[in-house]
Each structure stands twice: as structure tokens, then as C-alpha cells.
């Protein structure tokens, strides 16, 4: 970050061009690209597929515009998860209403067949996907659910709803960096994601986009090249034509191409700083390794706390370690929640609480430890016992 400083204050708008002598940092036009670079294999992709930039709704919002072109005769239906995180259900809503839909008629969610908050099973998904068939046209999903941990079979129904004509995207947000992903080779059409859980970025930081080769090609009309369907901005123009000011736009082929503005150097800087991270410590395969074993460990010792706690708390997450990343959902009793989450924070542990009565644990395999989890449940069992006196 003081690099970024030290360019700013010594070289101000030349270090769009110029880089820092000495400096890591590449320049302002390229710090995107650099990025791009290296958060493509931590998604599974190639770098072209992939552009640094915006944040997650922003992007999903952009993917829409892009590849939503409904036919109220035809494919109109966008098809979301009961549970979806807010702001894809809002995104989804607009988006239809946008087109003078109906959201009675337009908006399809999968709703569980156990307990409302229980896991989706594939087969489950796949059948909505099979009823709606001729009448959907997007299909949203999460890779990994924000509520219960669950992860989906993301290439299974990715390549279902491809077959019946439905354009596939997903939400990544607690997904990427945390799982291995091979969007690419699971043919994935779209997706996207946020930088500030998994990847470590800082809250509110510039989030990421993927678009499959195949969708976002530059077409050749009249000697003149476009990209259908796309909402453009100077920096998804070529880096030649940016600063030419003629108003002559030269689309970007790949992700990239769906660039508006110049991104904020400062999140792009934090970013890379902790893709850095990920590079030294060897990818995402031994990563999730070290977490399937961290979440193993957290599991068991929740799962032989004594007979009084345990009948206060459920883990609604799967239990198969190919059905979740690194989170355990915690379900506790109706109104324990806020008195848990004061004594945990009372003994320094920092988890993160969704109403009405989830906590939401995640060893890090970047940073914590197998000690880490034991101290949490040392933790969590005071917290229960504080919570039965109020």
C-alpha cells in the first residue's frame, strides 16, 4: 500500500504510464490486468475470462443486461434459490421488472423440500430446472449457500440447465478462495464474485467477473468491431484507444471488454497483495486440503460437546466434506443468538451471526489453526452457559 502512496504522491496522473522505480506495483492502465492474472486459476480460468473490477451485484447486474433477454412468449422465467442472499433476489426482481415483467410469472425459486432452511439437494434443482425448461432463460444459484454452507454440484447442474437452453450464472461470493473452481473446464457461461471473505481484501473491495470465452467474443460488422448485448464504458476499450478521446470504442474481447470505469487502484493493490498470498501457499489445492481437515476438526469437537450444550445448537451445514468449504453453520435455539454472540465477542472471538439464529464459523486455512478451532468451542460452550443464565 505504500507503494500505491509513494506513486500518488511523487507522480500523481503519470502513474497511469509510468511505474514507481524499484516499485512491485505495475502501472494504473495495467493493475487490473496483473490481477486478472492472478485470480484466473483460483477460479479455474483462463485470464482472459476474467476482469478485476466493480462489485459483486454491480457485476451481476452487468451480466443480466448482457445475456437476460427475455421473450414472454418464449424464455422470460429467471429461476433463483428460496434462500437466495438479498441482493441477488434484488438484483433478479429489478432485473425482471426492469422488462415490464411480472414477477409472478417471471421469477421462479427453488424452495426446500425439508425444512425451510435445510440443504437443496441436486436432484431437487435439477428437477425445477427440468419443469421450466422451455420457459427459463437464467439460471442463478450460489456456489456455496451464504446460510447453510452448502456447495453446490456446480458442473452437474451447470451442464442440466445448459441442455434445456438456460444461461447459467453463479454468485461465488463465499466460493472463490475457498474452493477449487475450474469454471472453464465445467463450462460454466458466467459468474461472479466479491474479494473481501475468502480473499481477504478488505470489506467493500473491487469484486470479479467471469464471462466463458465463448460468450464474449468481438464480432467484425462493416469493418467496424462490436459485442452485442453489452453495456460499454472507456475501460472496456482497448488500452490503445482509451486516451484517445475520439469516441471511437474498440471492444475488449473477454471479461475485460465488460469494464466501465477505471478501477480504484487502491482495492486493485489490497487484491493483489493477497493473491500474492495465495501463490506462496501453493494454489487452492492444498489450501482446501488443510481446510477439509480444519473443518473436520471443528466439526468432531462440536460434535462431543457435553449433553447440554448439544441440544442448543444444530450444524445445519452437510456433513460431506464435497457438499461444503470451510464453513459450519450453527444453529442455536430460538433466542440465544444475541446473548452468544456477546459472550464470544467478551472472549475475543470473532464469527459472524445471521438471523434469526445462525452463527457462521470458518477456520481460514491461510491463518488459523487447529488450535484456533479448540479455543472456539472452549469459547462457544461458556457463551452457551452465559446465554441459559440471562
Given at each position: 500500500?505504500?507503494?500505491?502512496?509513494?506513486?500518488?504522491?511523487?507522480?500523481?496522473?503519470?502513474?497511469?504510464?509510468?511505474?514507481?522505480?524499484?516499485?512491485?506495483?505495475?502501472?494504473?492502465?495495467?493493475?487490473?490486468?496483473?490481477?486478472?492474472?492472478?485470480?484466473?486459476?483460483?477460479?479455474?480460468?483462463?485470464?482472459?475470462?476474467?476482469?478485476?473490477?466493480?462489485?459483486?451485484?454491480?457485476?451481476?447486474?452487468?451480466?443480466?443486461?448482457?445475456?437476460?433477454?427475455?421473450?414472454?412468449?418464449?424464455?422470460?422465467?429467471?429461476?433463483?434459490?428460496?434462500?437466495?442472499?438479498?441482493?441477488?433476489?434484488?438484483?433478479?426482481?429489478?432485473?425482471?421488472?426492469?422488462?415490464?415483467?411480472?414477477?409472478?410469472?417471471?421469477?421462479?425459486?427453488?424452495?426446500?423440500?425439508?425444512?425451510?432452511?435445510?440443504?437443496?439437494?441436486?436432484?431437487?434443482?435439477?428437477?425445477?430446472?427440468?419443469?421450466?425448461?422451455?420457459?427459463?432463460?437464467?439460471?442463478?444459484?450460489?456456489?456455496?449457500?451464504?446460510?447453510?454452507?452448502?456447495y453446490f454440484d456446480i458442473p452437474t447442474i451447470t451442464k442440466t440447465a445448459q441442455a434445456?437452453?438456460?444461461?447459467?450464472?453463479?454468485?461465488?461470493?463465499?466460493?472463490?478462495?475457498?474452493?477449487?473452481?475450474?469454471?472453464?473446464?465445467?463450462?460454466?457461461?458466467?459468474?461472479?464474485?466479491?474479494?473481501?471473505?475468502?480473499?481477504?481484501?478488505?470489506?467493500?473491495?473491487?469484486g470479479g467477473l467471469f464471462v466463458h470465452e465463448r460468450n464474449s467474443q468481438v464480432n467484425?460488422?462493416?469493418?467496424?468491431?462490436?459485442?452485442?448485448?453489452?453495456?460499454?464504458?472507456?475501460?472496456?476499450?482497448?488500452?490503445?484507444?482509451?486516451?484517445?478521446?475520439?469516441?471511437?470504442?474498440?471492444?475488449?474481447?473477454?471479461?475485460?471488454?465488460?469494464?466501465?470505469?477505471?478501477?480504484?487502484?487502491?482495492?486493485?493493490?489490497?487484491?493483489?497483495?493477497?493473491?500474492?498470498?495465495?501463490?506462496?501457499?501453493?494454489?487452492?489445492?492444498?489450501?482446501?486440503?488443510?481446510?477439509?481437515?480444519?473443518?473436520?476438526?471443528?466439526?468432531?469437537?462440536?460434535?462431543?460437546?457435553?449433553?447440554?450444550?448439544?441440544?442448543?445448537?444444530?450444524?445445519?451445514?452437510?456433513?460431506?466434506?464435497?457438499?461444503?468449504?470451510?464453513?459450519?453453520?450453527?444453529?442455536?435455539?430460538?433466542?440465544?443468538?444475541?446473548?452468544?454472540?456477546?459472550?464470544?465477542?467478551?472472549?475475543?472471538?470473532?464469527?459472524?451471526?445471521?438471523?434469526?439464529?445462525?452463527?457462521?464459523?470458518?477456520?481460514?486455512?491461510?491463518?488459523?489453526?487447529?488450535?484456533?478451532?479448540?479455543?472456539?468451542?472452549?469459547?462457544?460452550?461458556?457463551?452457551?452457559?452465559?446465554?441459559?443464565?440471562?
Amino acid at each position: 500500500m505504500q507503494q500505491y502512496f509513494t506513486t500518488w504522491a511523487t507522480q500523481g496522473v503519470f502513474g497511469h504510464f509510468k511505474p514507481l522505480v524499484e516499485s512491485p506495483l505495475p502501472t494504473w492502465l495495467d493493475a487490473d490486468a496483473r490481477a486478472s492474472d492472478s485470480i484466473a486459476p483460483i477460479v479455474g480460468a483462463l485470464p482472459s475470462e476474467v476482469a478485476v473490477m466493480e462489485t459483486l451485484t454491480a457485476n451481476l447486474h452487468l451480466l443480466l443486461s448482457a445475456f437476460y433477454k427475455p421473450d414472454i412468449n418464449g424464455r422470460h422465467k429467471i429461476i433463483i434459490e428460496n434462500q437466495a442472499f438479498p441482493s441477488d433476489h434484488f438484483a433478479a426482481e429489478s432485473q425482471i421488472l426492469h422488462h415490464n415483467l411480472s414477477l409472478r410469472t417471471s421469477l421462479v425459486t427453488i424452495e426446500s423440500s425439508g425444512l425451510p432452511q435445510a440443504a437443496l439437494s441436486t436432484s431437487h434443482i435439477l428437477s425445477i430446472i427440468e419443469k421450466h425448461a422451455s420457459t427459463a432463460a437464467i439460471l442463478l444459484l450460489p456456489g456455496i449457500q451464504f446460510y447453510t454452507g452448502q456447495y453446490f454440484d456446480i458442473p452437474t447442474i451447470t451442464k442440466t440447465a445448459q441442455a434445456a437452453g438456460i444461461f447459467v450464472i453463479w454468485d461465488l461470493a463465499h466460493a472463490v478462495g475457498n474452493v477449487p473452481l475450474k469454471l472453464h473446464d465445467w463450462n460454466v457461461d458466467a459468474a461472479v464474485w466479491c474479494s473481501y471473505k475468502y480473499l481477504n481484501a478488505g470489506p467493500g473491495a473491487v469484486g470479479g467477473l467471469f464471462v466463458h470465452e465463448r460468450n464474449s467474443q468481438v464480432n467484425s460488422e462493416a469493418g467496424e468491431l462490436t459485442f452485442a448485448n453489452r453495456l460499454s464504458g472507456w475501460w472496456g476499450s482497448s488500452k490503445a484507444s482509451r486516451f484517445a478521446m475520439d469516441n471511437k470504442f474498440v471492444p475488449i474481447p473477454g471479461a475485460s471488454g465488460f469494464q466501465l470505469s477505471n478501477p480504484s487502484i487502491l482495492d486493485i493493490t489490497s487484491l493483489n497483495a493477497s493473491l500474492e498470498v495465495f501463490a506462496k501457499a501453493g494454489g487452492m489445492l492444498p489450501l482446501r486440503e488443510r481446510s477439509v481437515r480444519l473443518t473436520a476438526h471443528l466439526e468432531v469437537l462440536l460434535q462431543n460437546m457435553n449433553a447440554y450444550c448439544a441440544k442448543r445448537f444444530e450444524i445445519i451445514t452437510p456433513g460431506d466434506k464435497d457438499q461444503r468449504g470451510a464453513q459450519l453453520s450453527l444453529k442455536l435455539q430460538p433466542g440465544l443468538l444475541d446473548t452468544v454472540m456477546e459472550a464470544l465477542e467478551e472472549r475475543g472471538v470473532v464469527v459472524d451471526e445471521r438471523r434469526p439464529d445462525v452463527i457462521r464459523v470458518a477456520p481460514a486455512p491461510l491463518y488459523n489453526s487447529f488450535e484456533d478451532c479448540w479455543l472456539f468451542v472452549e469459547a462457544f460452550n461458556e457463551a452457551l452457559h452465559a446465554a441459559e443464565k440471562q
